[in-house]
């Protein structure tokens, strides 16, 4: 299979998780870029330790790249891969408003149907794995957030052929950091609860205040009402605006 963009694209029908394939090939000295897509996964994986439910019918990709920049910037993959699944969905689903929660989470109507997990797997060069799971046909039960999918009779490959497009932009864009301004902008275009009340879990203690913006690095800068600055680097933050959306949505 290969899209139209050029990238090369690995099928399996069934794979433990797309993303440890991409750290086996990195470990052989493969250095992309290209895609590794699964009709299935038997372990998939998710942010903060969670599995990723993979049944047939929906998407589960990794793309692998190499980079020249520091380790420093590479946090900022991030970004750039929930803009492009954003970008992706506004093209195919313009009617669906899909909006982005920090990090790159990317929701309908406070629904995720989308989890994004870059990893760093080789070094010497710098070795990207983005591993993608979009729900098109489905959306799994039993999560402990609300869950949605594209719906809409959308075939998995239209929508990875979509994603590579926009992801290879959104990169060029990014340029390896030096055009990181330009993602955050877009990114903060599309964020939801920016400049609204946060409550980030930090080990026993609850912080309370404003999301105020996305520090270079990818923290949320949480700013609290004595006007002192938190970056919150990783973990559970609820937003004001997502506990409306969701209430509103119930
Ligand atoms: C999240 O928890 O939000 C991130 C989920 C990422 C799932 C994708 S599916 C393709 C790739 N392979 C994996 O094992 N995980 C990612």
């Given at each position: 299979m290969k899209l139209k963009t050029g990238h090369p694209v690995r099928h399996f029908d069934r794979i433990d998780s797309t993303n440890l394939e991409a750290r086996r090939l990195a470990e052989t000295g493969e250095r992309g870029p290209l895609w590794l897509l699964a009709?299935?996964?038997?372990g998939g994986r998710g942010r903060l330790g969670r599995n990723w439910v993979s049944e047939p019918g929906n998407l589960y990709a990794t793309f692998l790249f190499s980079v020249s920049?520091?380790?420093?910037?590479?946090?900022q993959v991030s970004f750039v891969a929930a803009l492009a699944v954003h970008d992706t969905v506004t093209a195919l689903?313009?009617?669906?408003?899909p909006r982005i929660k920090w990090p790159n989470d990317v929701l309908i109507g406070g629904a995720k149907f989308c989890g994004v997990l870059p990893e760093v797997v080789g070094s010497a060069p710098t070795r990207i794995a983005i591993g993608c799971g979009i729900n098109v046909a489905h959306a799994p039960k039993g999560t402990p957030y609300p869950v949605t999918a594209l719906g809409a009779g959308l075939a998995v490959e239209s929508v990875l052929q979509e994603l590579d497009s926009n992801l290879s932009n959104r990169l060029k864009l990014w340029d390896e950091g030096r055009g990181f301004s330009l993602i955050r902008k877009d990114w903060a275009a599309r964020a939801l609860g920016l400049g609204g009340h946060v409550t980030a879990t930090l080990g026993p203690k609850d912080l309370h205040g404003t999301f105020t913006g996305l520090a270079a690095d990818g923290a949320l800068i949480l700013t609290g009402p004595d006007g002192q600055a938190t970056h919150i680097h990783s973990g559970e933050v609820r937003f004001a605006e997502l506990e409306a959306l969701r209430q509103k949505a119930q």
């Open positions: 009709d299935e996964q038997t920049a520091g380790l420093d910037v590479v946090a689903c313009p009617h669906l408003a």
